[in-house]
């Protein structure tokens, strides 16, 4: 059987790697079975690619899990050279039978199936010899006589299994719980991997990405740690008390914290913290690798979160979940701290405190709420200490709730989603209706007359809530950055082409000034991130702040759609997107001081025409995402600074030998 203790002691059959040691001949016999022990084996050069494919082959603990490359080069070639050994054993096995096997010697082993193995014989016992199978990383006993020499072509494919350990499942890597949840999840499954650190055991992430979202294989099993006594079970057509709202989404979910064993809990342990600290400094626990799915603490407001990794924008920059509020923001990695050691188990035995909300009858999988609507429910509910909620419907992963302030409670008329559903916060977006029959809401009969609600019905947006839109709303200014200097005429410039089509539209960056386009990339993350939505009034051919793909560019507002979506144009990559309105902010005067990065060019030296797809990609794959040296031919003026186009000649300097002058391989075509 697959015995793992030995490889787990071994580090996976130890020496594995190394070339067995040369033993004093005593016999010919025993020479010509020594012919090849001191070949060395290459070692496993881990994949170059961002997400290599590993097949999980089995684990000892979580510090100690047997993974095989899948690929090519790796597992394919494995198979490639099994079938050579298969093929040559069944000619030479009688010259290559080993009669006096040694601890160490790496051997062929005729395994089950008629496969043959590469094999590292770990102990002998009589006829009997324990092997470790080198590329998969178990072991068996088998019989003396199944064993042979290793030919010496065969000593050419480094061993194909690998020692990892899983990220942020360390500290508990032989909790019996948690090893065997690991094991469940992953053995004789094929994931892609996340190489953190390429040392000789590699901290590793499994992905399962089989499914509509990728799943953190080890964030998944971190859960089961978590004291199932301090789970929160919500009930239909119960009450709660004391409801704390912390966080209201812009498509109008909410998170809440309700009362429990595990709140008490969590607020138990965080003052523990606040102590702890107290006589300490954070500093000695800053984070090193920080990486998606590890939960660490954030001295947030002058307290002490637990949050959660979920993107890792830079050495410099992420973005956190607060996991006992639903909050998400962009920080810094200095602002984080690794949880103490002896709070860890403690404080990874808690649930999230907060739960993930809905307003019954009102619309849900929209893509957002008004802009009025959502302040004002933030405004009404957000961190009201003592709020009340009747749950009336339990989907997996949401609850549906009537919400209700103190003064209010339980009038079901009187519930925050009858009051936003009365008020007039609507009609600035035609594509959100609000049709809630009156007797959908709990408790109402035919004969109720309506009630007068705190916001007034017939009043509207802008009278019903001035204090908040007065507040909140940022007129977009109109300075304009500085014009990027460009250079003239025969004068050369190293360059990053962010972007290409084709010979005549492509995208260029100043190579100098990636750095400083790098720092106001991480800055506006961590501001607009971090500061709440406010109502813009977006118009066509403006400037302004936008989130796309999880950061935040500069943006040229190219179209509005009635869908509430807009076409943007980013004035530092060179790319057009397609957005929510909602996610569009006032560009403010601080990151308007860089003068926009995307340089529009087109090629020089070549004649226009209407290039074919084919002759495009030829283009693209020579320059796209590649820093190249650009020599001007013409700089054309345009009104705007995104108007102007430089007519470039490009050259890969990248060859010792020659430089690559790019119109050449496009004429040539």
């Excluded at 040369?22 to 170059?48: C, G, M, N, R, Y």
């Excluded at 709140?263 to 965080?270: A, D, G, K, S």
């Excluded at 893509?367 to 509910?381: F, G, I, N, Q, Y």
């Excluded at 070549?606 to 797809?613: D, K, L, R, V, Y």
Aim: with cysteine; glycine share 4%.
């Amino acid at each position: 059987g697959k015995d793992l203790n030995i490889i787990a002691k071994k580090s996976t059959c130890e020496g594995m790697q190394k070339p067995a040691e040369h033993q004093s001949t005593k016999a010919k016999q025993d020479s010509q079975e020594e012919d090849f022990e001191h070949i060395p084996v290459p070692p496993l050069i881990i994949p170059e690619e961002v997400s290599p494919s590993v097949l999980v082959v089995d684990l000892y603990s979580t510090n100690d899990v047997i993974v095989r490359y899948v690929g090519a080069n790796y597992s394919g070639a494995q198979e490639s050279m099994e079938e050579k050994m298969k093929d040559w054993y069944s000619r030479n096995a009688s010259v290559s039978q080993i009669q006096s096997p040694k601890v160490g010697q790496l051997v062929a082993a005729l395994a089950e199936e008629d496969a043959w193995l590469r094999a590292k014989i770990i102990s002998t016992e009589g006829n009997r010899i324990k092997v470790c199978y080198v590329d998969y990383g178990f072991n068996e006993i088998i019989e003396n006589s199944r064993v042979y020499k290793l030919a010496k072509q065969f000593y050419r494919l480094p061993f194909q299994a690998s020692k990892c350990k899983l990220a942020g499942l360390e500290a508990f890597d032989d909790d019996p719980i948690l090893v065997k949840m690991v094991e469940s999840q992953t053995c004789g499954k094929i994931f892609a991997v996340e190489i953190l650190e390429k040392s000789d055991v590699p901290r590793i992430i499994l992905y399962d990405t089989s499914g509509d979202d990728d799943i953190n294989i080890n964030a998944t099993c971190l859960k089961v740690l978590q004291d199932k006594s301090l789970e929160l079970h919500l009930q239909v057509d119960a009450l709660y008390t004391d409801v704390r709202v912390t966080n209201v989404c812009s498509d109008g979910t909410l998170y809440c914290q309700v009362p429990s064993k595990g709140l008490t809990r969590l607020f138990e342990i965080l003052r523990k913290l606040e102590n702890y600290f107290h006589h300490r400094q954070a500093t000695g626990y800053s984070i090193a690798l920080p990486f998606c799915g590890m939960i660490c603490l954030l001295h947030y407001k002058g307290k002490w979160a637990r949050v959660e990794i979920i993107s890792v924008h830079s050495s410099r920059t992420l973005d956190v979940r607060f996991m006992d509020t639903g909050t998400v923001a962009s920080v810094k990695v200095l602002e984080l701290i690794e949880i103490p050691s002896i709070f860890l188990r403690e404080i990874i035995a808690i649930p999230s405190q907060a739960i993930k909300c809905c307003l019954a009858d009102l619309p849900l999988n929209i893509s957002m709420w008004t802009p009025d609507a959502v302040l004002w429910l933030r405004d009404t509910v957000l961190n009201c200490p003592d709020c009340s909620m009747k749950v009336v419907k339990l989907d997996k992963q949401i609850a549906h709730i009537y919400l209700f302030t103190p003064k209010n409670f339980p009038d079901p008329d009187r519930s925050i989603n009858r009051q936003i559903t009365s008020a007039d916060l609507w009609k600035h977006q035609k594509d959100v209706f609000l049709n809630v029959p009156l007797t959908n809401l709990p408790g109402r009969r035919e004969t109720d007359l309506p009630i007068q609600s705190s916001l007034g019905p017939k009043q509207s947006s802008t009278d019903t809530v001035p204090h908040i839109l007065e507040s909140r709303k940022v007129e977009t200014n109109v300075n304009m950055p500085p014009t990027l200097p460009l250079l003239q005429s025969r004068e050369q410039m190293d360059v990053f082409v962010a972007l290409a089509c084709h010979p005549g539209y492509f995208i260029l960056q100043s190579w100098q000034e990636m750095h400083k386009l790098e720092m106001l990339m991480e800055e506006m993350l961590l501001y607009y991130n971090t500061t709440e939505d406010g109502a813009v009034s977006v118009e066509k051919n403006k400037i302004y702040a936008a989130k796309v793909k999880n950061k935040w560019h500069r943006v040229l507002i190219k179209g509005l759609l009635a869908n509430g979506l807009v076409t943007v144009y980013e004035l530092d990559y060179g790319k057009h997107e397609l957005i929510c309105i909602q996610n569009i902010r006032p560009l403010v005067d601080m990151f308007r001081q860089l003068p926009f990065q995307a340089i529009t060019a087109q090629l020089a030296g070549i004649g226009w025409q209407q290039w074919s797809e084919e002759a495009s990609i030829v283009f693209r794959n020579h320059v796209e995402q590649k820093p190249l040296v650009a020599q001007v031919e013409t700089i054309i003026e345009g009104i705007n600074p995104w108007d102007r186009k430089a007519i470039v000649f490009l050259v890969d300097t990248s060859l010792p030998e020659k430089d690559i002058w790019i119109h050449d391989i496009m004429n040539q075509l």
